[in-house]
């Protein structure tokens, strides 16, 4: 009996991994065309050109990502990249590979010295940084219950791009 529950609870802990594993929210500004991207993996195939030409693309060891932006004229944009996110040593570590029409393609990000913000992981551009990727990519942690710390949080980050795009909002 006792063997048993090491191994239902390996089997568990197995099975469970790549749920949680998958859960996975970046937020990253777009100073110079005024947007906010949320990035998360794209669990679920969208049978789009965008979407499977970074499918094609995906492969050894990268997923495909899904971007989201709201436009400030109204709408939004979807956009899809081929990228890796992994902890290497504890440290989180993003890199995507270039070519697709995707806000951090072909940008490598790296855990980021200051680490000011206790509701979000702050990873900094180290390769592949251009004038159209954004410095920082944000990995949102969920704190559940500190909504106002949440808030405040996001004023935060988001600060350079309302002060950078006041006259488009």
Known sequence: MSLRLPA??????????PALASHLELEAYDLRKCL??????????????????????ARGGLEVFA???????????????????????GKARMG????????????????ANDQRFRTA????CASGCDQKIPDLVYELDDLGSDIA?????????????????????
């Open 8 to 17: 239902l609870l390996a089997v568990g802990l197995a099975l469970a991994a």
């Open 36 to 57: 906010q991207w949320s990035i998360t993996r794209a669990d679920q195939p969208v049978r789009s050109p965008a979407w499977r030409t970074a499918k094609a693309r």
């Open 67 to 89: 971007a989201t932006a709201e436009l400030p004229e109204g709408g939004s944009l979807h956009k899809y990249g081929a990228c890796s996110y992994r902890r290497v040593g």
């Open 96 to 111: 995507c590979v270039p070519q697709l029409d995707f806000p951090l393609a072909g940008a490598t990000f790296v855990l």
């Open 121 to 124: 992981t702050v990873l900094r």
């Open 149 to 169: 710390m949440q808030e405040r949080e996001e004023r935060a980050r988001s600060a350079k791009m309302r002060r950078a795009c006041a006259g488009l909002r």
